[in-house]
């Protein structure tokens, strides 16, 4: 892993003097490229030993600059590659034994490639075949199978999926370690697509209007009103079991 830097970090002073972030400071940091990315999903990352941060006496993690710059490279390679985890990993490996490994290309339509298994060139369309959301998930197709069966992985075409499917599929993986099962989760599925019922309620006037650029800022108002039911929705679950995370 990439060295971080050496001494001691508090929880205050000591930490700032030795240029180490909070996980939420990273957090603020990644979102400016990645603005999906939540806490859960560095921890993640953690988890599966990508990023190895530091900790105060008091277990706060603390991050450096070159962890920051690591996670970027994570989540760059499953944006950009949906490369499988343990791909990353041994790439990152290779990084840092100053080898030179090129990072597989997109694959295209026409390719020779299953065209389910292809990723369009347009970034607003990014899909992700079956076969790689399985290798980027880390499980078979028995396990996906049972996600579909309660709603939460739902395909958008003849085994291809829509990007955010990765990130699902990473933190339904991560829940499970604590005893969560997908049938636990319809809850909160349901109450996904209430918020998204909502957004789309608001919106919806701004897609009919005859001007062509009030029609274009539904796009970003959605990003918008889904930003903020997220960090509702994350601030009630916060104030419900009234705990504060690091």
Same mark, same amino acid.
């Given at each position: 892993?990439?060295? /971080?830097? $050496?001494g001691g970090a508090g929880?205050? #002073?000591?930490?700032?003097d030795t240029g180490l972030m909070s996980?939420? #400071?990273?957090?603020?940091?990644?979102?400016?490229?990645?603005?999906?990315? /939540? %806490? +859960?999903? %560095? =921890?993640?990352? @953690? +988890?599966?030993g990508l990023v190895e941060p530091r900790r105060t006496p008091s277990g706060y993690r603390k991050f450096s600059t070159g962890d920051v710059e690591r996670l970027g490279h994570v989540l760059r390679m499953q944006r950009d590659h949906y490369l499988p985890l343990k791909v990353i990993r041994e790439h990152l490996a290779a990084m840092e034994r100053g080898e030179?490994?090129?990072?597989?290309?997109? $694959?295209?339509p026409g390719d020779g490639e299953d065209p389910a298994e292809s990723v369009p060139d347009t970034p607003a369309a990014a899909r992700i075949g079956r076969g790689r959301l399985l290798a980027a998930a880390g499980v078979d197709e028995q396990r996906l199978a049972e996600w579909? +069966?309660?709603?939460?992985?739902?395909p958008v075409g003849d085994g291809v999926y829509d990007a955010e499917a990765v990130t699902v599929?990473?933190?339904l993986t991560e829940l499970g370690r604590y005893?969560?099962?997908?049938? !636990?989760? =319809?809850?909160?599925? #349901?109450?996904?697509? =209430? @918020?998204?019922?909502?957004?789309e309620q608001v919106v919806a006037p701004l897609r009919r209007h005859r001007n062509p650029q009030t029609r274009a800022h539904a796009e970003d108002r959605t990003k918008?009103?889904? $930003?903020? /039911?997220?960090?509702? !929705?994350?601030?009630?679950?916060? +104030?419900?079991?009234?705990? =504060?995370?690091?």
């Open positions: 892993m990439l060295q /971080t830097p $050496s929880d205050g #002073a000591a930490a700032a996980i939420g #400071a990273v957090l603020n940091v990644l979102r400016e490229e990645f603005p999906e990315v /939540t %806490i +859960s999903k %560095i =921890r993640f990352l @953690e +988890s599966e030179a490994v090129p990072l597989p290309a997109l $694959s295209r579909e +069966s309660y709603g939460l992985l739902v599929a990473g933190l005893g969560i099962e997908p049938r !636990h989760l =319809r809850a909160m599925k #349901a109450a996904a697509e =209430r @918020e998204a019922g909502l957004v918008e009103l889904a $930003s903020l /039911t997220v960090k509702l !929705h994350a601030a009630l679950v916060r +104030s419900a079991l009234g705990v =504060r995370l690091p």
